[in-house]
């Protein structure tokens, strides 16, 4: 239904009246904070959201106040990834909606660039999925969009841009994530995720760039990433998404002694004595490697992360909380 509806709304009242979206008031940290602890009383796990690695845009002082004409299911190239940006920042709006999954990276990418999501079907979606997205916001802007031209002031539109920088950047995302995990004193985090130097996993791939941007060097790898990094080589077209908004984030001094030296850690063996912490970028693609480390590190020491566009049943929560490791979810559809 949604692609349909967001269809018909590019075309919309092209000779209608623009104007002012009423809005309410974005959420506070509070209140995002009291959302998550919600989620995680009624689920056992803690909500997590895609995030944005890079610097944010300012919008252009001459943006157009209509909706850019890059939409989902659209044929469309972009080599560039600030060209691609720019075809959204050049609009007040731009259209998105539940792909796979409710969370979407496209969302942050148009928070990035200046613009505001127009996304149709923001009203379903589930309580605790996407909870550090101002919801109720999106949702307004949409209801109105449906039915007419419309326009946000600069200080809504600077409210907006606020908020993205305290919740939906990948660091944001990091020290919430900090906050709910066991501390890390001295030591460091180890993470793993043998796929993702192969296969990059958005919310795998998201997550370890946040942990990095906090913990630099602290943050060793069980598997080396190096496309993260500025020094790569590589040739990010042939990365999962062209590689935009993650390849070649990382400066170089973020490299643990392990990325350095090409000595990865040995999952089969004995893990470093100073690991604080243990983050599974993503347990559905390590279930078997993470279930075994459990037998070798402390599951109170332990996050798990399921970034999986199809949520985990009821059963396979339980099942994570048995283990007794901390569990993030980023599509937490069940109450």
């Not at 660039?113 to 999925?129: E, K, N, Q, V």
């Not at 075994?292 to 985990?312: A, I, K």
Request: hydrophobic share 40%; charged share 20%; with cysteine.
């Amino acid at each position: 239904m949604a692609p349909v509806t967001a269809k018909h709304a590019l075309g919309i009242r092209q000779h209608s009246l623009n104007t002012p979206i009423t809005t309410s008031r974005l959420p506070s940290r509070e209140e995002v904070w009291d959302a998550c602890v919600d989620a995680h009383v009624a689920t056992g796990a803690w909500p997590i959201s895609f995030s944005y690695p890079r610097t944010a845009r300012t919008s252009p002082a001459d943006q157009s106040p209509t909706i850019s004409p890059v939409f989902p299911g659209h044929k469309y190239s972009f080599d560039d990834e600030a060209d691609y940006l720019d075809m959204y920042g050049r609009h007040s709006f731009a259209l998105t909606h539940k792909k796979a999954g409710w969370d979407c990276f496209r969302h942050v990418e148009i928070l990035a660039s200046g613009a505001i999501p127009f996304m149709p079907d923001a009203s379903l979606i589930p309580p605790h999925t996407m909870v550090h997205y101002p919801k109720t916001f999106l949702s307004e802007v949409a209801d109105h969009l449906l039915r007419s031209r419309g326009n946000l002031s600069p200080r809504v539109q600077q409210t907006v841009r606020d908020y993205f920088f305290r919740h939906l950047t990948t660091r944001a995302m990091a020290e919430y994530i900090l906050r709910v995990s066991p501390p890390v004193a001295q030591g460091t985090v180890l993470f793993v995720d043998e796929a993702v130097g192969e296969t990059p996993d958005y919310q795998s791939v998201l997550t370890l760039i946040g942990l990095k941007q906090i913990l630099g060097s602290r943050v060793t790898l069980a598997t080396p990433v190096p496309y993260l990094y500025s020094d790569w080589a590589g040739n990010a077209q042939e990365l999962y998404g062209r590689g935009f908004g993650y390849s070649r984030v990382l400066v170089t001094d973020m490299k643990s002694e392990s990325e350095v030296s090409g000595a990865f850690v040995d999952l089969g063996g004995t893990l470093p004595a100073n690991v604080d912490l243990l983050v599974v970028g993503s347990i559905t693609r390590n279930y078997e490697r993470a279930v075994d480390l459990l037998g070798r590190f402390p599951p109170s020491q332990t996050v798990w992360v399921h970034g999986e566009d199809e949520g985990p049943t009821v059963s396979e929560l339980s099942r994570y909380g048995n283990f007794g490791v901390t569990v993030f979810v980023r599509e937490l559809n069940v109450e």
